[in-house]
Each structure stands twice: as C-alpha cells, then as structure tokens.
C-alpha cells in the first residue's frame, strides 16, 4: 500500500490537466497513488489521462457514465483511495516538487493529533506565471477544539480565518481524521464545512514554503458562475447545481446549511462537556450573527414551496 493517496476529480479539464499530471508525478516522493475519476467529460480529458495511466503504474483512472456533481467526484476519488495520507487535486493547481515530502515530514514528525499538514500558496496566472504568495495573517489556535474552532468562525476579522480562502482542503490529511466528516457535500461552500469538522479533530500544520500553486483563471468554477448569475439567489443556484446536478434550479440555503453543519459538528465532538458546550456556544454564536442571511433564506424556501405546481 502506498502511503500517500491522492485523489483527482476532473471535468472538460483538458486546458491545465497535463500541467497539474506532471507536476503531481515529479514529486521528490514518490510513495504514492493517483486516482483520477473523470465526470463524463465531453473534451480531450479521457484521452489524456489514459495517456498518463499507460505510462505509469501510480495512476488509476475511472470514468463516470454521467456527471456525478463535483462533490460526487470528489468523495468518490476519496472511497477509492487506500492510503493513510490522503490529498486532493484540481486539474487546474500544481505543486512544487517538495510538497508531499515536507507535508508527509510534517505529519509524521507530529504526536498524531494534526489532521493535515498544508503548505503556503502561490497564486499563479492561466500561463502559470507566479502572481504573489497568499500570505494572509491567519488566526492560528492549537491548544483546543473550542480554541481552533474559535479561530474558524469566531467573531473576528473573517479574512484571517483559515476559511477564507480554504486552502488548507487541498493539504495533506490522515485519512483518519477524515472518516466520519462530511467530506465535500452537495452545497456551495461545503469546503468550510470539511474544514470545520477537521479543525474539531485536530490541529492545522502550515508548513512555510510556497508549494501549492493556486491558479487564477476565468473558467473557474465560482467565477463561470458568478459572470451567468443574474442574482444573488441565481449565483448560489448554480454553484449549487455544479456541485450536484440534482440541485439544479433548486435554492441550497448554503448559510442554513452551513451554521447548522458547524453546530452538528460541535455538539459531536468526542470532548469533555465544558469542552463541547464551548464548541456550541461558538457554533450557536456563528448562527446568532448570521440570521439576517438565515432569515433571508428561509423566505426563499418558504416562496418555492408556495409556487405551484
């Protein structure tokens, strides 16, 4: 078994797939698996990576009859893994060639209770020219879940939270921590969700090299969206039909969603009681300051309910 799995769930990627594919098998370590699950692409994707997968033996590749969703995918690449270390891959990102070997140093070198190890990111163009490091100020918080968990989505300067920009998903995780979260779900923002529910089971290591290039372009998945969105309320109908074409049309009520996935999570937590209630109280106090949205929302739903038929 290898000891590091990662996993590449791709749609219509054929512009940056290759780029991504090389940078993932020219790493300095090597003790890996590739698992690539194409969505019933319609462009040059499976072409590619049956390419790849013939030419070498880390790669194993599925494809999808239909397209499952992005989160469909990106859970499905995870079930197929096997490894006790586990990442995933966008089609579209690159990592330098130090990365799994700093992130697994990172992980082995902790007494077991970090959930991931990720590096800083370097922000690139469509042509892969660097743009800048992300160096954010995050608020950083080890010594408890509340603490961490304060440190997520505590009152506070929001662009200082580790949820931000969520680049910490694309870290290297122990699968351990993983099992038992909600993984990606079928909603906009789901990725601060997962990251919610790790924070709760272990600390972030952030490992001080620029080694997860993050590309900036306009075919992204949010930013399609946001240039087709005639509304707000049109916006998070299509991320959400993105994320599961079964949603499509229908309103995710993300921040409902959200504040209440936050709460479950706390209120699960395996903790002493003082320890849990502090969780809850931070997670209540998340949906205390978002019930405008939440309101907001509610009417939405209650509205489509109302329509007939």
């Not at 959400?240 to 959200?258: I, M, Q, S, V, Y």
């Amino acid at each position: 078994m290898a000891r590091v799995s990662i996993g590449l769930p791709v749609w219509n990627g054929e512009a940056f797939l290759t780029q991504a594919l090389d940078s993932i098998l020219a790493q300095t370590f090597e003790d890996f698996e590739l698992v690539i699950a194409d969505n019933a692409s319609t462009d040059s994707t499976p072409e590619i990576i049956a390419d790849y997968a013939r030419r070498d033996p880390r790669i194993r590749a599925f494809r999808h009859e239909k397209n499952l969703g992005a989160a469909g995918n990106f859970n499905f690449v995870f079930h197929k893994s096997t490894a006790p270390y586990f990442r995933w891959a966008a089609y579209d990102d690159m990592i330098a060639p130090e990365y799994l070997a700093a992130c697994v140093k990172a992980l082995d070198d902790d007494d077991g209770s970090a959930a991931l190890a990720f590096p800083q990111t370097l922000m690139i163009d469509c042509n892969a020219k660097p743009l800048r490091v992300y160096d954010a100020v995050t608020r950083k918080a080890d010594a408890s879940p509340s603490a961490r968990l304060d440190g997520m989505i505590g009152p506070g300067d929001h662009l200082k939270s580790y949820l931000h920009m969520c680049f910490p998903v694309f870290g290297l995780m122990r699968r351990s921590a993983l099992e038992g979260t909600s993984l990606i779900a079928n909603m906009p923002r789901s990725d601060h969700l997962l990251l919610v529910e790790l924070c709760l089971k272990g600390r972030f290591i952030e490992v001080p090299q620029p080694l997860f290039l993050r590309r900036e372009h306009d075919s992204g998945s949010v930013i399609s969206a946001e240039k087709a969105a005639t509304s707000g309320e049109d916006l998070e109908k299509l991320l959400a039909a993105w994320f599961d074409p079964n949603k499509k049309g229908r309103f995710p009520a993300t921040a409902t969603r959200l504040g209440l996935g936050y709460f479950r999570a706390a209120a699960r937590t395996p903790v002493p009681l003082g320890e849990k209630l502090a969780c809850m109280r931070i997670a209540g106090g998340w949906l205390a300051r978002h019930w405008r949205v939440i309101g907001g929302e509610c009417k939405i739903l209650l509205r489509e309910r109302m329509k007939p038929a």
